[in-house]
């Protein structure tokens, strides 16, 4: 197996492979996200069309032929409406997740050809208190970890499943939504923009708000904010962990939700290495003037490198010894990032 990076963009997915830029694949389509299926090899976008609309496309030929899913539906009776699909995720199964707007989730079982809504976030009680961020009211973030099943959502915040997906609680304790002055600590409402659970360590959340950046060390039962610590500001938008170190955070800050371009006009990338009592600035191989702007999946990370997918179209891979290099360059404006394992 070899290591790949699938970058989605707005117009297509490119892969990188040995110093090499593939594609683009999917000629017309912005891929929101894509992976590759360790189980058999497959490759999953979920990808948008101003014409064909929100969908998932599978290959099981490294992308030499698409296939779509069946049309993806919601109960005529919730009267809602697909507007993107956003977000695919491996299931420890055989199952297929996907994360879509608006604030919906989709599972599939016969390999993404068909997927069905999840009644439980659908029908949830508190959604008549969720509204839409700028980027709709996407479900973005799908983690599955110590047996339980996270879903975020901009603007309702993080719900925990322990039954597979049947009743979903929010987790939202002690995270602000400060656009809220006469209530900023609701039970519903606040716009995470990026969510991951570590694999290393039981109960331990990140996230990347609106509001701030936090950490969760009880499946997100409550929430610590971490900024003020070294960070610029406490908006952002990826977050990016080491898999092996659950202490071991990056995020990009940037200005805030009026000026949305990277901190004091560089591209900076902060790193904890405490769990978030101390920050500090990565800016060696990375532009020293540049007011940038990274999407919620433009940050991945494998085993050994960390991966920044720029909006300018250059992606940055930050080596062991904490160095960047730029990878790629002249891309259409990159969406996501995602790791992946080349058969």
Not at 53 to 64: F, L
Not at 280 to 296: H, K
Not at 306 to 320: I, P
């Amino acid at each position: 197996m070899s290591r790949e990076l699938l970058v989605g963009t707005r117009k297509g997915l490119f892969v990188l492979r040995d110093g090499t830029v593939e594609g683009p694949l999917l000629t017309g389509w912005q891929i929101y996200h894509a992976i590759r299926d360790r189980r058999d090899g497959a490759l999953y976008a979920a990808s948008n069309h101003f014409v064909y609309g929100a969908t998932v496309h599978r290959s099981s030929d490294d992308g030499q032929t698409w296939e779509r899913a069946e049309e993806l539906g919601l109960p005529e009776e919730s009267g809602l409406k697909l507007n993107a699909t956003w977000h695919v995720e491996r299931g420890p199964g055989s199952e297929l997740w996907l994360g879509g707007d608006p604030g919906v989730l989709f599972r599939s079982d016969d390999g993404g050809t068909t997927f069905e809504p999840i009644a439980g976030l659908v029908e949830h009680p508190t959604r008549d208190r969720w509204q839409p961020g700028a980027g709709g009211m996407c479900c973005h973030s799908i983690q599955i970890a110590d047996g339980k099943l996270y879903a975020a959502i901009s603007a309702a915040g993080s719900f925990r499943s322990e039954d597979g997906g049947e009743s979903w609680t929010p987790i939202n304790q002690g995270v602000a939504a400060d656009f809220f002055p006469d209530n900023p600590f609701p039970e519903v409402g606040q716009c995470v923009h990026k969510l991951l659970a570590h694999p290393a360590r039981e109960g331990r959340l990140w996230q990347q708000n609106h509001c701030g950046v936090y950490r969760s060390d009880d499946h997100g039962d409550t929430w610590e904010r971490l900024e003020g610590n070294g960070l610029p500001s406490g908006f952002g938008f990826p977050i990016a962990l080491d898999p092996a170190d659950p202490d071991v955070a990056y995020v990009v800050p940037e200005e805030g939700a009026e000026n949305r371009v990277t901190c004091d006009g560089r591209l900076g990338v902060y790193r904890t290495g405490d769990g978030g009592a101390n920050w500090t600035l990565e800016e060696t191989g990375l532009p020293d003037r540049a007011w940038l702007a990274v999407m919620r999946e433009g940050m991945a990370f494998d085993d050994t490198r960390v991966y920044l997918g720029m909006q300018s179209g250059s992606v940055f891979a930050r080596g062991e010894d904490g160095a960047w290099s730029e990878v790629a360059r002249d891309l259409p404006p990159i969406l996501s990032v995602e790791v992946g394992d080349w058969p």
